[in-house]
């Protein structure tokens, strides 16, 4: 922390000469400053995770609006893992005096002690009534020795959301647009968060890289860069480069589709396929980092496993048919589909613009 | 306007003449190019000679009648057709009764990748051959080679199989086991709500029967493996599913199933049944990828409880291929764990006798890196102790590795040189069975290959057509076929002789899981194991098959069961399948069992039961080579043997609480 002193000092001296600046005559009375309004956040880190959501006292109201309480911040990456149409809300809270470090455009911020990350998942228009249904709210929680799991799931009177460790499923009918959807929606034990969420023998986060948050979001107050909201709020050092490699919104259809690709892959599967993580056996790296080299996207290689079908390269320029990638992106057997843990539907419109994407690819040579 | 009139009628009488869009209009060649300009004939090619994908829905035509015998290449494998993607079918017979000669994909070496086909086959004179491209990757046009060889006949294949579709309507087509009880393999196939089941006759035939089951979230995506968990003589399931374990125990009746599942998550990888604790009723190991490995103990009343811990226990992670295995011939079965993911080891654990486990991986030379998903074990040189081949699914950690059984719990690396060293296809099954029954068990790994055992661990790839799938006689010929999907794979079969054997336990499990088979003749010793669960996914017949080769006799065949109990059996007839009961062929003092007593002994036409000491639930009498030749239920007293031949049996009763009882008489 302490090369972050210099600017702390500023800050202090800037916030003096304001209330050095300020008029002398007015009454004592009106010198009164109130106190900053602290965060309700209640996180005793000897006892988390709490057996209920409603023990962190992140939300006001009604919780099931997920209205953040002060310090909760939300944010979102500028691609998003799919899982089977979910909606998602992420908020990020640290404690007071705390903020995360920049470490790299593809690298996971280097938060401190006491980082609570959030994730709430939720369908709009659920059967029979078209109802929002909270399904569950994950936890990330930093201790001083590593991130724990928290995993909450939501009651049927979306009142309150209770610590579960072991797994369970939940039957669901919605409208997605047009088209009724159906799933046995998993709720995953704590043992599968950890296959993705993996580095080794350690628990790490996933999305919140430099290159994901490098995005204007419209906060409450306005919209603004996410980074410099950060650290606006205190929770990130302001000392991280101008010039980050970002990823892209896969779902702009303007953009690049080569970059759209990657983007979609870094979200969507680059967890288990890099160096220390669930499946590093197998050739590809989908980092986005990784992924500008057209061998770690897997084209023109050789699937170790043999799939058969014709299925030859995992990326077969020209022949969707032939690749591997596009196989498992539209499979739906447990076996094969690839990602393997957070989807049981077939992400039509990635596995449609993936196609186009190998489609258009033109030989190895 | 007239240009265009004029082009319009050279393509219909290129249509009329060249009509090559069906079997029946085939165009006729000759050695020479040949361009097509689209594939897009009505007739999709039909069989498919060639493995992969199996739909197409267009088709090209033409017809090769040679004039002398020629050994005779097709190929696109040409400068001007690097970028296209055929597909290449050659058949002999007629239209109505196109028959496979050779078919190929992907041979070709030009391009990158390389995806042009190439396929040569012996041409004799006075045959048509039907030379057919579908459009199942590439409908634009071709430019074909045929090329007159001097005629060579190609090699025959060790082993080959032909192809038949069968009739499987469930989502998981993995398991090939016996579900009826007359020990003839059957094929299952699994959904939500139901157990389809193709059941072998008699004649070669099969019968779908559908049984509902209850619905359960596990259903078997990672792996599934059978065995009669209750004792009566019929299989019974477990699904190994990503998120936990369910057991489907096929009723007595055979008119469904129940279903039997414990909360816990596991995320299944193999799944094997295996008598753990060596009670004699059978229990279930589930290999869990992201956790300690999983057991479900079977306490004899119905219960399977769930324990986990002390047989490997994730360091750190990535068990993936477990496979039981009496590697020190110590009488009980050991478990290897075949693992894969970023740096774990593979694990040995040498069964303790008790129930519990003692990880070996270190001090037996096994701890190895391997990124193998399946290892195969047998006794590939006959010396009458296991070797392990270890199939890598990556080649990250090294190929694939072989290890000679030292005899004295250790094994040696003796992969140079064996062939599999140089075998590059990777896979995440990898079986061990003998494939051409000349008494040498093969390899069926990667790459649609079966490595054959040439007998001096040393092996030789037999391309096959289709990939590891479950392994059984799917037509009682002595011959191992595949199922694959829809598809069984027959095997062709040769000259060589065979031996089947079924078990039968009483007081070990009902499957003889875990019982060690021993067959002497001329070649010495071959050794078998049953086991429920090997390779990665799919379950494998229960009955147990030795080829023999040339030989014409069978000195003995030995049955060293789970509880301890040997059964001999002197000269078994060769070509044919054994039943075997356990206890059947001992003799009465033996058994010490005074429990009942036989009047008259001998008997000519009715044996009386003369019992205080129990109930009985049913009684069998079996020959001495272990047939059952009187079986009979209920409250029994007597036994009709009039029709016996004369000579010494086995009755064998079972009481209310499964216990048997067993005494010899002699028929006169």
Redesign the interface.
């Known amino acids: 922390m302490k090369h972050f002193y210099p600017y702390f000092i500023v800050s202090l001296l800037v916030i003096l000469s304001i209330i050095a600046c300020s008029d002398d005559n007015q009454k004592k009375d009106d010198d009164y400053e109130p106190i900053p309004p602290t965060s309700p956040v209640v996180l005793d880190l000897s006892q988390v995770p709490y057996q209920k959501l409603s023990d962190y006292k992140l939300f006001e109201g009604d919780m099931k609006n997920q209205d953040p309480s002060l310090g909760v911040l939300p944010y979102e990456p500028i691609s998003q893992l799919f899982t089977d149409y979910a909606h998602k809300k992420r908020f990020v809270w640290m404690p007071e005096n705390a903020k995360a470090t920049y470490n790299g455009d593809g690298k996971i911020l280097n938060f401190p002690t006491g980082t609570v990350l959030v994730k709430t998942f939720y369908y709009d228009n659920v059967l029979p009534s078209n109802t929002t249904r909270v399904l569950e709210t994950r936890l990330l929680i930093k201790k001083a020795d590593g991130w724990i799991f928290g995993e909450y799931v939501w009651n049927d009177e979306q009142t309150e959301a209770t610590l579960l460790t072991t797994g369970e499923y939940i039957d669901l009918e919605w409208m997605e647009g047009n088209v009724q959807k159906s799933t046995t929606y998993r709720i995953p034990s704590n043992t599968e968060c950890f296959t993705c969420h993996k580095s080794g023998l350690d628990i790490i986060p996933i999305g919140t890289k430099p290159q994901n948050l490098n995005s204007t979001y419209t906060f409450d107050d306005g919209a603004k860069n996410q980074l410099a909201k950060w650290v606006e709020m205190g929770y990130l050092d302001s000392n991280y480069p101008t010039d980050i490699t970002t990823v892209v919104n896969w779902k702009d259809e303007g953009l690049d589709i080569g970059l759209r690709v990657r983007s979609y892959l870094d979200i969507n599967c680059a967890h288990c396929h890099q160096e220390g993580s669930y499946c590093d056996y197998r050739p590809m790296r989908f980092a986005f980092s990784e992924s500008a080299d057209p061998a770690n996207l897997g084209i023109c290689i050789t699937p170790d496993q043999d799939l058969g079908n014709g299925l030859t390269q995992i990326v077969f320029p020209g022949r969707p048919l032939r690749s591997v990638l596009d196989f498992r992106i539209n499979s739906t057997d447990e076996a094969t589909r690839m990602p393997l843990l957070g989807r049981t539907l077939v992400h039509e419109e990635a596995a449609t613009m993936i196609n186009q994407w190998i489609t258009a690819l033109e030989g190895c040579d | 306007m007239k240009e265009k009139l004029l082009l319009f009628l050279v393509f219909l009488t290129n249509l009329v003449v060249y009509g090559q869009n069906t079997c029946d209009t085939a165009l006729p060649v000759q050695a020479g190019i040949t361009v097509i300009d689209a594939i897009n004939g009505s007739q999709a090619p039909s069989p498919f000679c060639v493995?992969?994908?199996t739909v197409a829905t267009a088709g090209e035509w033409y017809v090769y009648s040679p004039i002398g015998n020629h050994t005779v290449t097709v190929t696109t494998d040409l400068n001007i057709n690097i970028?296209d993607?055929p597909r290449v079918h050659i058949y002999k017979g007629d239209c109505t009764n196109l028959v496979c000669v050779a078919g190929d994909?992907?041979s070709g070496t030009l391009?990158?990748?390389d995806?042009l086909c190439v396929v040569t086959f012996d041409a004799l004179a006075g045959n048509d051959y039907f030379i057919a491209f579908d459009n199942?990757?590439?409908a634009s046009g071709i430019t074909f080679k045929l090329i007159e060889n001097e005629y060579i006949p190609q090699p025959v294949a060790i082993v080959s199989f032909t192809q038949q579709t069968v009739g499987l309507t469930g989502?998981y087509r993995d398991c090939v086991v016996d579900m009826n009880g007359d020990y003839l393999d059957d094929i299952v196939s699994v959904s939500n709500g139901q157990v389809q089941m193709l059941l072998q006759t008699e004649t070669g035939s099969f019968q779908s029967v559908t049984r509902p089951t209850p619905t359960t979230?596990f259903?078997p995506?990672?792996s599934i493996a059978a065995g009669d968990i209750n004792k009566d003589g019929y299989n019974d399931l477990v699904y190994g599913?990503?998120?936990g374990v369910a057991f489907m125990r096929q009723n007595s009746t055979q008119t469904g199933f129940e279903l039997m599942t414990s909360?816990?998550?596991v995320?299944s990888q193999r799944t094997n049944f295996i008598d753990i604790d060596n009670d004699g009723n059978l229990d279930a190991f589930v290999c869990h990828?992201?956790?300690p490995n999983v057991r479900y103990i079977n306490d004899g009343t119905g219960n399977l409880i769930f324990a986990q811990g002390g047989m490997g226990d994730y360091p750190?992670?990535g068990n993936y291929g477990s496979i039981f295995v009496d590697y020190d011939n110590d009488g009980d079965m050991d478990l290897f764990i075949a693992k894969?993911?970023?740096g774990p080891i593979d694990e040995l654990h040498q069964n303790n006798g008790d129930g519990t486990f003692t990880d070996v991986s270190i001090a037996a030379g096994m701890a190895e890196p391997s990124?193998s998903w399946s290892s195969a074990w047998a006794d590939y040189d006959n010396d009458g102790d296991m070797d392990a081949m270890i199939g890598a699914?990556?080649?990250?950690?090294g190929g694939h590795k072989l290890r000679l059984n030292n005899g004295d719990g250790t094994f040696t690396d003796v992969t140079a040189g064996s062939g599999l060293d140089v075998f590059l296809?990777?896979?995440?099954e990898n079986v061990a069975h003998d494939f051409d029954n000349d008494g040498f068990v093969d390899l069926f790994m990667?790459?649609?290959t079966i490595m054959i055992n040439n007998g001096n661990m040393t092996f030789t790839p037999n391309p096959v057509n289709t990939?590891v799938g479950s392994i059984g006689d799917l037509n009682n010929d002595g011959f191992l076929d595949v199922q694959y999907n829809n598809n069984i794979f027959l095997n062709t079969g040769n000259d060589n002789n065979w031996l089947k054997v079924h078990l039968e336990g009483v007081d070990s499990n009902r499957n003889g899981i875990g019982a060690r088979i021993e067959l002497y003749g001329t070649w010495g010793k071959q050794i078998r194991e049953v086991r429920s669960g090997d390779g990665f996914?799919h379950m494998s017949s229960l009955n147990t098959h030795f080829g023999i080769g040339t030989a014409e006799t069978i000195t003995k065949l030995v049955v060293k069961w789970p509880s301890g109990i040997v059964d001999e059996i002197l000269n078994p007839n060769i070509n044919e399948s054994i039943l075997v009961v356990e206890s059947s062929t001992l003799g009465v003092a033996s058994t010490k069992n005074n429990a009942f007593i036989l009047y008259p002994n001998p008997a000519s036409e009715v044996l009386n039961i003369q019992n205080n000491s129990f109930e009985i639930e049913a009684a069998m009498i079996y020959d001495i080579t272990g047939r059952k030749v009187v079986s009979t239920k209920n409250n029994v007293q007597s036994l009709d043997v009039h029709a016996l031949s004369a000579g010494t049996y086995v009755v064998i009763l079972r009481d209310t609480d499964g216990k048997t009882h067993t005494q010899k008489f002699i028929k006169k």
């Open positions: 493995t992969g994908g970028g993607d994909d992907d391009g990158n990748p995806a199942k990757w590439d989502s979230n259903l995506s990672w599913n990503g998120q909360p816990e998550y995320f990828d992201v956790a750190s992670g894969c993911g970023s990124q699914s990556s080649n990250t950690s296809s990777t896979n995440i990667g790459g649609n990939s996914r």
